[in-house]
């Protein structure tokens, strides 16, 4: 079945080292998105990429960094992880544009130790 | 800037019967779209119902259906012949229709379906 892929599950990392966590589709959507989700909270945009356009929003801290290396993969990068940033983290990819639907995978959870 | 309010963080229903979840939006664009997204307790979110601002009539999805008010920026979900399955926080959403799909979530509602 088609679907959005994240790896992995569960990660935890200690305070300050530099974590990714990687995200794939078998869609073939144009859109990938990265939203962080806290505790009881709603998911926060953080950046998408429409194709190869990078779009970032605009109180995303520059800790976070993502790449794009082909239509199938995207990841996140947290260059320096504080406690903070502990949260479940969603990809999601949708055809491009408003109207469609975003397909969600079944998130990251991290832990920063 | 957009934003989505939904005023009851828990509800909770008996199996078989109705519920309806509140949702308020505030924008200023005429042309958006509006989705309930339901997150299953451990599961990935999926869409639930989907209503393109421009359209009078309310959208249906099986039990699942809106109650979409556009001059009071209302847009309700109400889920009939409620299922144990049916329990998951549920997300209103709100997104521009000219922009690459950013959704503005609400805080969600934590809905219970009890046996």
């Known amino acids: 079945d088609a679907m959005v892929i994240q790896n992995p599950r569960y990660q935890v990392t200690q305070f300050g080292k530099p974590v990714t966590l990687s995200c794939s589709q078998t869609?073939?959507?144009?859109?990938m998105y990265w939203y962080q989700q806290k505790s009881s909270q709603a998911p926060k945009l953080l950046f998408h990429?429409?194709?190869?356009?990078?779009?970032n929003e605009a109180d995303t801290p520059d800790n976070f960094q993502s790449r794009r290396p082909n239509t199938s993969f995207c990841f996140l990068d947290i260059r320096s992880p504080g406690l903070g940033d502990a949260a479940m983290y969603l990809c999601?990819?949708?055809?491009?544009?408003?109207?469609?639907?975003?397909?969600f995978g079944p998130g990251t959870r991290l832990t920063v130790t | 800037a957009q934003t989505v309010t939904q005023s009851q963080p828990e509800m909770s229903v008996q199996e078989a019967e109705t519920v309806t979840l509140s949702c308020t939006y505030d924008?200023?664009?005429?042309?958006?779209?509006l989705f309930w997204y339901k997150q299953p307790p451990s599961r990935q979110m999926i869409l639930v119902i989907r209503?393109?601002?421009?359209?009078?009539q309310n959208a249906t999805e099986n039990r699942f259906s809106v109650n979409f008010q556009k001059a009071a920026k209302s847009f309700s979900l109400k889920i009939s012949d409620s299922q144990l399955g049916d329990t998951a926080m549920y997300f209103c959403?709100?997104?521009?229709?000219?922009?690459?799909?950013?959704?503005?979530f609400g805080k969600g509602t934590k809905l219970s379906v009890k046996p």
């Open positions: 869609l073939n959507h144009n859109v």
């Open positions: 209503q393109e601002a421009y359209k009078q």
């Open positions: 999601a990819t949708s055809r491009g544009g408003s109207l469609y639907e975003q397909y």
């Open positions: 924008t200023s664009e005429n042309n958006y779209y």
């Open positions: 990429y429409y194709d190869k356009d990078f779009n």
């Open positions: 959403a709100c997104v521009y229709g000219g922009s690459q799909g950013n959704l503005i």
